[in-house]
């Protein structure tokens, strides 16, 4: 499997073309600026279908993840898989007993057996050590890391920002893994007091946390000043684990599988059903991974993707128009989550959609670097966009309570605010003829303000997490300034 850049140049001299899994693994960018795909995307036929539908998790993300990655020895890369996949690993959710299925699908509404309704469902990935989907990409990350970085010898410092959720899956995954050092920026006092605990009290001797007197875009803007200094980058190995990471996006492949599997009757089920998913979208990894299992033959009848107040990929999938926003036009909403100005994924849906067009992603994005915007509407692909199954809507707060009060009275079950607007975008697009699966994106102990406010009580948390915020805490808070991060990472760096 070769990898090439979403805007590499044709004639094939560019060095973001051709590359390896291990080659684009470290690295965030191709050196062009675009982003990483698989030159084709494997195909999977109905036999093979029909066998891994009796696989377990781990099995599953063996058999999905050894057609992406085939420079890895087989046995090496089993093993890492079934190391990241356990029971014990994500068992920190609502149901324990449930936790070897690692991504359980919970039925809120049952499809009918003959005919009738759909079904309605929500596939729970949040089970992991930080209670957020992204747990399901970032394990996997953590352990391809350390097997990669040790057989190269090298060593690298992860240099991130973070407003919660990314940094701490990245934290938790990342902790105690030989040859890799976290550096991880928050906004000092801006985040909640169970995720600074959830942070901070790792004590682990390679995790370091460093919160800047700012806002989350000021954490932002000195990872990105330090990226830009090639020179220091160079010299003290900058990576990041950020959400372009393209074997975060292909980890997150194998849930769609799994789901659609448990979704269509799971062992001896129906592999000609069309399954639709809804996703709560912000920088478009999550239901990008959508869009590559169906590429692969996955039967998936429609991807919804939901949005919160935040609505620039909404807009696009209504009107061709992608207008990313600045960060003073970006709303803080009660779904932190997905608050994004532009999303960072979107790239690659882009060039699959114009029929793989280097040349135009280019025009593109260079009017989106620009701080400008595109139009696709008069662009022939633009008319073929339900053939890739596309649909959107947005969610707003007033949305994401009612949907969480009415979720725990109908069905007795507490969603969390993201999960919420899936849920009710998801709703907004279901059909008779196939199940809407709706994926859990966090879990509502991450979110206990907006549930008190929609319930009027707090959500309950895993017994792993309670107590947290009366651990010690490790952190280091400095002004907003370049100059005091690079120093720091340069006394810490061994
Ligand atoms: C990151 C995140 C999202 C958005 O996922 P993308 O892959 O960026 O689209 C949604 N919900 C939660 C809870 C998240 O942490």
Redesign the pocket.
């Known amino acids: 499997m070769r990898y090439i850049s979403t805007r590499a140049r044709s004639d094939g001299t560019a060095d973001s073309s051709n590359r390896t899994f291990s080659e684009i693994l470290l690295g965030g960018l191709a050196s062009d600026g675009g982003l990483y795909l698989p030159e084709t995307y494997p195909h999977i036929g109905k036999s093979e279908l029909a066998q891994w539908r009796t696989l377990s998790y781990a099995d599953l993300a063996g058999a999905v993840l050894a057609r992406f990655i085939d420079d890895i020895p087989s046995d090496d890369l089993q093993a890492l898989i079934h190391r990241t996949y356990t029971a014990a690993i994500y068992c920190n959710g609502r149901d324990r007993s449930a936790a070897s299925e690692i991504t359980p699908l919970r039925w809120l509404e049952p499809p009918a057996r003959e005919g009738g309704e759909g079904g309605l469902a929500i596939l729970e990935l949040?089970n992991g050590p930080t209670l957020?989907?992204?747990d399901m990409a970032m394990q996997l990350l953590g352990n391809l890391f350390e097997y990669v970085l040790a057989n190269r010898g090298e060593e690298i410092n992860i240099l991130g920002a973070t407003s919660g959720?990314?940094g701490s899956s990245a934290e938790y995954a990342m902790r105690g893994k030989r040859g890799v050092h976290v550096f991880m920026l928050s906004p000092h006092q801006r985040m909640s007091a169970f995720q600074r605990a959830q942070m901070y009290s790792l004590q682990e001797a390679n995790i370091y946390n460093i919160a800047v007197r700012g806002m989350f875009d000021d954490a932002q803007d000195i990872v990105k000043a330090v990226s830009n200094d090639h020179a220091f980058k160079a010299r003290y190995r900058i990576g990041a684990v950020n959400?372009i990471n393209w074997a975060r996006v292909a980890a997150q492949v194998v849930y769609y599988f799994k789901g659609y599997f448990a979704a269509t009757g799971g062992v001896g089920g129906n592999d000609e059903q069309q399954v639709a998913f809804a996703?709560?979208?912000?920088?478009?990894?999550?239901?990008?991974a959508g869009h590559i299992a169906r590429m692969m033959g996955l039967p998936i009848g429609r991807l919804v993707l939901a949005t919160n107040e935040n609505d620039v990929l909404d807009e696009f999938f209504r009107s061709g128009v992608y207008r990313p926003r600045a960060t003073s036009e970006t709303a803080a909403t009660s779904?932190p989550?997905?608050d994004?100005s532009k999303?960072s994924?979107f790239e690659r849906f882009v060039f699959d959609l114009v029929g793989r067009d280097p040349e135009l992603i280019r025009r593109l994005w260079s009017k989106v670097e620009a701080g400008g915007s595109f139009d696709l509407s008069s662009h022939p692909c633009f008319a073929r966009l339900p053939d890739f199954g596309f649909v959107s809507g947005r969610s707003t707060h007033a949305d994401r309570l009612a949907t969480i009060r009415r979720t725990h009275d109908r069905y007795g079950l507490m969603i969390?605010p993201?999960t919420a607007d899936g849920l009710k975008v998801g709703n907004e697009w279901r059909t008779p003829e196939m199940p809407m699966v709706v994926l859990e994106?966090?879990l509502p102990a991450?979110f206990e303000e907006t549930i008190v406010e929609a319930l009027g009580c707090k959500p309950e948390r895993p017994t792993a997490m309670q107590g947290i915020e009366e651990l010690p805490q490790r952190v280091e808070v400095m002004d907003v300034s370049v100059q005091q991060v690079q120093r720091f990472i340069a006394q810490h760096v061994p």
């Open positions: 949040s957020a989907f992204k959720d990314t959400s996703v709560p979208s912000g920088n478009f990894g999550n239901i990008c779904s989550s997905m994004i999303a994924n969390d993201h994106t966090a991450k």
